[in-house]
């Protein structure tokens, strides 16, 4: 892998916003003049002959690559990929993926990748999505909403990046459901003192009910306005290499004990 510079959006479960934070982040980037696109190696669910997180990020890359180079691997069915490309009587082409992701490093200043539903989430029948982290070796920023057990998903994310030997960039929290805003600062505070990880942003809850008809690109525009107030976003990138960096968390390890 060419050294460049990048960042690997992960979730703590699927439908969290990594796209959404993936996206705006693309977007911030390019504005601020530097040559960034987004990646994600697989996308599954199609709605109406299209993959909406895959449209999301070639928006936000400008469309300077072709949306196959931007996601390569698309399968219709709104399942794990190992299990929706079975469906299609396939098996995931990962060296793809990692090939368009090595050309990419190469052509541009910056490449944010999005991982697909968790960090445990299986690529293929060999690889999970920390495994394709670890071989691209970027930062790993988590993204997690603000519901009850937040806590937990959040710190077992953290845990199994740093066990990977990845570098956490942060933590960012999506408030996906306004009945949850009142437990993002009690979260955020226990995530920040269990794990050593900071709680970048907080992200409030962005809805389209005044226009259900608006394009995504409009809660993009939400998220960069929230994004650019609380985040240096140039901060946030790493070089290709740190997945041989030791962990910068501070999880406090216990014996266990009968």
Known sequence: MPT???LFVTGTDTDVGKTLVSAAIVRILR???VDAVGFKPVATG???GSWGDAVALHEASGKVEPIERICPLRFALPLAPTLAAARE???PDTNLAR????DLCERHSAVIVEGVGGILCPIDSNTLVVDFAAQIGFPVLVVCTAQLGTINHTLLTIREIERCRLRVAGVIMNITRASDAHLAEGSKAEIERIS????????PHF??????????SALVARAIAS???QVEVKSLLGSEGSAKSKSSGRFKRRRATD
């Open 31 to 33: 504005e601020q003049g």
């Open 46 to 48: 199609e709605v109406g």
């Open 196 to 203: 050593g990880c900071k709680v970048l942003a907080t992200l």
């Open 227 to 229: 994004l650019i107030r």
């Open 89 to 91: 009587g396939i098996e």
């Open 207 to 216: 809805t389209t009910d005044d226009d259900p008809d608006a394009p995504r």
């Open 4 to 6: 460049t510079q990048g």
């Open 99 to 102: 090939n368009i992701v090595v």
